[in-house]
């Protein structure tokens, strides 16, 4: 592959909450297994969950942590940035917040968050807040007006807006509401594993109808109604949307360090098993050109668009 690009893990949240390192290598990704896919880039999300009381006290607290601790990663801000990983081959981070709660009330925190090198941000996490219906409502009234003005001033500042994990109705309030790239960081396809989280044939022809794409999430409750997964199940959800909108659309979202072991993959659970990924493409008869979509190069396209 030209180049490795992951849409969406956890693992910034996680060194926070256990007060480590991101070159560990008990997290599925950490700096050391990346070196062997350079040049890389991980979107590193801050997630606040809805539990807390202080969502932006959260989030700044876990981005704090680790830009104070990096030593390892090349955080992307700018095409300079962007330039710099991929001509000299280093490990690259895009900045993330999975859950607009975490600016509260106030759509100033947005530019706090930015000028900390946020680039990328979600409306919800599954549950009902401020901004509008998750994935697990009971509602779905979708954005409220305060989320209408949330998805327009990201749309100003140029960072990514993730529909993952909003509710379907939210998920169109967003389309309504703006014009550019959209993506979906860590979801599957519905009509092959029907859970909430997943898109919908429309959705995903509009995310590709915005020159956006859909980040397939390595996790069993999004990829097969029932039992376990594996390669062949992740594969299945990759041709699917191939198939229906084509092959620019489609790329990685992994959810590594976000999802529990009991629920990952059977032979895909760390970054340095992705290598497994690309062989059974190349086994399931995909040219080069296409796996090295799927493995980076589309995310690449959004990633250029919106930096």
């Known amino acids: ?43 590193l999300a801050t997630f606040v969950r809805p539990t807390y009381e202080d969502g932006f006290k959260r989030a700044n607290e876990v981005l704090d942590y680790f830009l104070e601790n990096n030593k390892d990663i090349k955080i992307i801000k700018s095409k300079e940035d962007l330039d710099d990983v991929i001509q000299n081959k280093k490990v690259g981070g895009l900045l993330s917040i999975e859950n607009g ?8 925190n947005i530019d706090i968050l930015y000028n900390k090198g946020i680039r990328m941000m979600s409306i919800n996490w599954n549950e009902d807040n401020l901004l509008g219906t998750g994935a697990k409502t009971k509602e779905n009234y979708g954005l409220t007006e305060f989320g209408i003005q949330y998805v327009k001033r990201l749309e100003e500042k140029n960072i990514i807006i993730d529909v993952s994990h909003s509710s379907e109705k939210t998920f169109w ?3 309504d509401n703006t014009k550019g790239i959209i993506v979906a960081t860590h979801s599957n396809c519905y009509n092959l594993c029907d859970h909430p989280r997943n898109l919908k044939d429309e959705q995903i022809k509009a995310i590709a109808e915005r ?13 097969k109604n029932k039992g376990t997964t594996n390669v062949e199940d992740l594969i299945r959800h990759i041709d699917y949307i191939i198939n229906l909108v084509g092959e620019d659309y489609v790329g990685l979202g992994t959810d590594f ?15 340095s098993d992705m290598k497994i990924l690309e062989k059974a493409l190349q086994e399931h008869g995909y040219k080069e050109e296409t796996i090295n979509k799927i493995m980076g190069e589309n995310w690449l396209r959004v990633i250029k668009n919106k930096i």
């Open 173 to 175: 309030d967003v389309i």
């Open 1 to 43: 592959m030209n180049i490795y690009i992951d849409g969406h893990s956890d693992t910034l949240t996680e060194i926070y909450d256990q007060k480590s390192e991101i070159n560990n290598k008990k997290f599925c990704f950490n700096t050391e297994d990346a070196k062997e896919y350079v040049p890389i880039i991980q979107t």
């Open 211 to 223: 020159n956006g794409i859909i980040g397939i999430c390595l996790c069993n409750f999004f990829l």
């Open 257 to 271: 360090d976000g999802v529990e072991e009991e629920y990952r993959l059977l032979d895909i659970k760390r970054l």
């Open 101 to 108: 709660r975490a600016i509260e009330n106030d759509l100033n």
